[in-house]
């Protein structure tokens, strides 16, 4: 072959699976017979009607477009406080906060553990200082914050930043908006978090939602999460029942031990995965909001609109996006965030084209707003709600992973339910054994990632560009800082005031009543998330330290053995 | 490999980094190859890495972080495993490293170095021919 042929090959490029991403088996083409079980008024309704499998608004989008929503947490207040203002003012509309991975650990930055994961992933927000730094000059009444962090301990405590700083402000804490991820399968079953052990995790959720309902309406104080598991794992259909899963078992325990209603709680809102597959995400979310009102009304009890009717918050795949040629990973999060808007959900936290690399640039977090914004004003995709409904194929799809998740909550009924499974490991084996047959897809080829196991090619200047400017992770120096800024905090605040207050903590803990006000109280007189967090597992009779290296602070110490 | 002894492998993850996956497939991946793997879990400190590798008589200890914070990780844990008398098992690493902290890794003698996406029959030869070169 002479040097400047080609081989051509017109199939290069064809389609490898006959199934979704989850494995779903479809057919070439979908006709009314795949769906001639389905009746429009008990499975579809118009959006606004239960079963909301069209959406939970008769208008959707066009008297309110999802909360646009991203993390904005880097590793200091300032450096978050200026990025919140600079997005706020180019769309952004629900702040999503992070803690850094060892305040999500349950401790504080002067641990020997914090070290060599501080300041990474969030910010260091170790106290209501940095709360206090961090949302300066934003307004905390009617703006949607949403707290995403991986164990138990975290919306314990930045709820209670917020809720103290709201006071602190002179604020009503009734008008705090927004949801936290409060929960403990996904605390126990993906990140093993070793805050707080299940029991106590299982009881602080539910003071957490308590609290919630009594004091700030408004809030949505338990959002069960999907993501991380699918992260972890799971296939769509299994996403689906751990989601329901999950918040079934909690509502139960709080309907039996606190004496709520479903109704009284308000609001629901799910924490889900976008996904690759794209007509598969869209139906994910429908399957999901039909099977949520049912549930809800039929086992839980709930007689309003606003219980019955699911709220979907989402964060886009993570794992989907590729350090090979990450210009790719434009067409990866776009695709995904119009399933997302396709499957009418209520936020979207969409993924950066960077987030493999490091933490999101600024011009990529702009990117994805943008992105949002022209699906918006250009292409018009939110101007009609669920305007693929009626599509043989999606409804087909819709059913199926419907039937799919029933299947797998049976399951989770026959193996004893779901606190069973997740004692047992069945949980966490299921997430194990689905992300090894992903695993096996992609060795054989069965499963094509693009500049990953297929059309792999050269990269460009504009890939590696992306590579150079996404955030890094704060030097040496930087981590002396912080932990220099801690060490003054507690030489600083007012002692008396914080071990009044964690002495009243450990009281609340000890005798089983709800934690939250103490909590409060706590971090107004500056105690930090590792006190509060070893604080409370003393009282359970854990040891100070999640972590077992360090001894308990012998004021903490003083105050226990005063209780 | 079948004329000697499999190979040993600790594949260790170090402070609160909670991105397991990448950790978790290695570990099987090299399981499937015959080498006897002991993964420490999360959040362990660089000395309990060490310590677990002499205490394991290991080859290798394979590092996986997600943080950005490799180069900090890998200083703390050679100089444990220098403490531990470990200095001559071999460090490979793994998970989201940044560019610029590459040539440093190299210096310390720190090896793979492998972003997300690698195929894993890479890295198995790899840590093989590592141990095989002694």
């Known amino acids: 072959m002479a040097k400047s042929e080609v081989a051509f090959n017109r199939s290069l490029g064809g389609m490898v699976r006959a199934e979704t991403q989850s494995g779903i088996p479809v057919k070439q083409v979908y006709t009314p017979t795949d769906v001639e079980h389905s009746e429009y008024g008990r499975d579809l309704a118009d959006p606004g009607r239960y079963p909301y499998t069209r959406g939970i608004y008769p208008e959707m989008y066009r008297n309110r477009l999802w909360i646009k929503s991203f993390i904005v947490s880097y590793s200091t207040p300032e450096e978050t406080n200026r990025a919140f203002k600079e997005y706020i003012a180019a769309g952004q509309t629900g702040l999503r906060l992070l803690a850094d991975l060892p305040i999500q650990t349950g401790i504080d930055p002067d641990h020997p553990s914090s070290w060599n994961s501080m300041m990474c992933g969030g910010m260091s927000s170790y106290s209501l200082d940095s709360y206090e730094k961090a949302l300066d000059g934003l307004p905390l009444e009617n703006v949607d914050y949403e707290l995403a962090h991986s164990s138990i301990s975290s919306p314990l405590f930045f709820y209670s930043l917020l809720v103290a700083l709201m006071e602190e402000r002179g604020l009503n804490p009734a008008n705090l908006r927004g949801s936290a991820i409060n929960d403990p399968f996904r605390a126990n079953i993906v990140y093993g978090c070793p805050d707080f052990p299940t029991e106590i995790a299982r009881r602080v959720c539910l003071d957490l939602i308590e609290f919630g309902a009594r004091h700030t309406p408004k809030w949505k104080a338990y959002a069960p999460n999907g993501v991380d598991p699918q992260q972890s794992g799971l296939d769509a259909v299994q996403e689906v029942s751990e989601v329901l899963g999950v918040a079934t078992a909690v509502y139960e325990d709080i309907i039996s031990e606190r004496g709520l209603k479903l109704d009284d709680i308000g609001a629901t809102v799910f924490s889900m995965d976008a996904e690759s597959d794209f007509f598969e995400t869209i139906a994910k979310f429908r399957a999901t909001r039909r099977m949520w009102a049912r549930i809800a009304k039929e086992k839980l009890g709930a007689t309003t609109e606003r219980a019955m009717s699911l709220r979907i918050g989402i964060r886009t795949s993570g794992l989907s996006l590729q350090t090979q040629k990450p210009l790719n990973n434009a067409a990866r999060v776009t695709l995904q965030i119009l399933s997302c808007v396709l499957g009418g959900v209520n936020s979207i936290d969409a993924s950066s084209i960077d987030e493999a690399i490091g933490l999101p640039s600024r011009e990529v977090r702009m990117f994805n707003l943008d992105t949002q914004h022209i699906i918006t004003h250009e292409a018009n995709v939110p101007l009609v709600a669920d305007p693929l409904g009626g599509s043989y194929y999606l409804e087909w799809l819709t059913n199926r992973i419907e039937e799919g998740a029933c299947k797998e909550l049976e399951e989770i009924e026959r193996r004893g339910g779901m606190w069973e499974c997740l004692k047992s490991g069945w949980l966490r084996q299921r997430i194990d054994l689905s992300r090894i047959k992903v695993q096996q897809e992609i060795a054989e080829g069965k499963r094509l990632i693009v500049g990953v196991n297929a059309f792999q090619g050269e990269e460009g200047p504009i890939s590696r560009a992306i590579e150079r400017t996404s955030y890094k992770v704060p030097s040496k120096q930087a981590r002396l800082k912080n932990i220099a800024s801690v060490r003054r905090l507690r030489r600083t605040r007012d002692q008396q005031a914080v071990s009044g207050a964690l002495r009243e903590l450990y009281r609340a803990a000890g005798e089983s009543r709800n934690v939250v006000r103490p909590v409060i109280e706590a971090a107004k007189a500056r105690a930090t998330i590792g006190e509060v967090v070893g604080v409370i597992r003393m009282a359970y009779g854990y040891d100070y330290d999640p972590l077992q290296q360090i001894a308990t602070p012998a004021f903490i110490r003083e105050l226990v053995k005063m209780s | ?134």
């Open chain 2, 1 to 134: 490999m079948s004329q000697r002894r499999r190979i040993r492998i600790v594949v260790g993850k170090v402070g609160c980094d909670i991105h397991e996956r990448g950790a978790l497939t290695l570990a099987r991946a090299l399981r499937d190859a015959g080498m006897e793997v002991i993964y420490t879990g999360r959040y362990q400190t660089p000395e309990a890495v060490a310590k677990t590798a002499v205490d394991e008589g290991v080859d290798v200890i394979a590092l996986s972080d997600h943080t950005g914070s490799m180069r900090l990780i890998a200083v703390d844990v050679l100089e444990a495993l220098k403490k531990h008398d470990g200095a001559g098992i071999h460090v490979v690493a793994g998970g989201l490293i940044p560019g610029k902290d590459l040539p440093a890794l190299k210096k310390m003698g720190v090896t793979g170095n492998y972003g997300p996406g690698t195929p894993l029959d890479v890295i198995v030869r790899h840590i093989s021919s590592l141990v095989d070169s002694g």
